[in-house]
T-cell receptor, first 115, second 112 residues
Framework: DVKVTQSSRYLVKRTGEKVFLECVQD?????MFWYRQDPGLGLRLIYF???????EKGDIPEGYSVSREKKERFSLILESASTNQTSMYLCASRTLTGGNTGELFFGEGSRLTVL | QKEVEQDPGPLSVPEGAIVSLNCTYS??????FMWYRQYSRKGPELLMY????GNKEDGRFTAQVDKSSKYISLFIRDSQPSDSATYLCAMCFSGSARQLTFGSGTQLTVLP
């Protein structure tokens, strides 16, 4: 089974702090994604990565950056956390090779509260 | 107007009821349609996947796509308390990018 692991399930940070959210997948998937999920707004794409060292902005990249130095790991960085970044953050991975449907496999989420 | 509209609910039904969950969309170029199920404090997981118009059945679940009306549905027969979750519709274009656009989710509770 594909496993996507998000290292922190719950975090509480203060405004202005730097925040790292880590995500690791164990199925050699090329694509990895970071979403945030807010009530009434659904899942919104922050950044995605097609492969190692590649990154593309999603719909709401402002205030975030990402790093993908290894294929299995995709990190989301909040350089200076703000209260409007309080949210649930979901990491996902997928492969489009070998006739796969492109199903996204999600981690369990990281709930970030910024005070 | 959002690209994908989904009634957020919450929706409560008695055990054994037939549940209908729906999404409408505005972009006729969407080709792939999915339903994800998300249990409380968990990440979403793929429930159903369809390509273009038509019906697809998997056990108690049926996914229906009507591209002419830009409308997709998920039907749950003989609903169970274990079906209580948030259901998210998602869709994407064809091609190698295949970025998903999600609905906001419908929260369903099946009462025993």
């Amino acid at each position: 089974d594909v496993k996507v692991t998000q290292s922190s399930r719950y975090l509480v940070k203060r405004t202005g702090e730097k925040v790292f959210l880590e995500c690791v997948q164990d199925m050699d998937h090329e694509n990895m994604f970071w979403y945030r999920q807010d009530p009434g707004l659904g899942l919104r794409l922050i950044y995605f990565s097609y492969d190692v060292k590649m990154k593309e902005k999603g719909d709401i990249p402002e205030g975030y950056s990402v790093s993908r130095e290894k294929k299995e790991r995709f990190s989301l960085i909040l350089e200076s956390a703000s209260t409007n970044q309080t949210s649930m953050y979901l990491c996902a991975s997928r492969t489009l090779t070998g006739g796969n449907t492109g199903e996204l496999f999600f981690g369990e989420g990281s709930r970030l509260t910024v005070l | 107007q959002k690209e994908v509209e989904q009634d957020p609910g919450p929706l409560s039904v008695p055990e054994g009821a037939i549940v209908s969950l729906n999404c409408t969309y505005s972009n006729s170029a969407f080709q792939y349609f999915m339903w994800y199920r998300q249990y409380s404090r968990k990440g979403p997981e793929l429930l159903m996947y369809t390509y273009s118009s038509g019906n697809k059945e998997d056990g108690r679940f049926t996914a229906q796509v009507d591209k002419s009306s830009k409308y997709i549905s998920l039907f749950i027969r003989d609903s169970q308390p274990s079906d209580s979750a948030t259901y998210l519709c998602a869709m994407c274009f064809s091609g190698s990018a295949r970025q998903l656009t999600f609905g906001s989710g419908t929260q369903l509770t099946v009462l025993p």
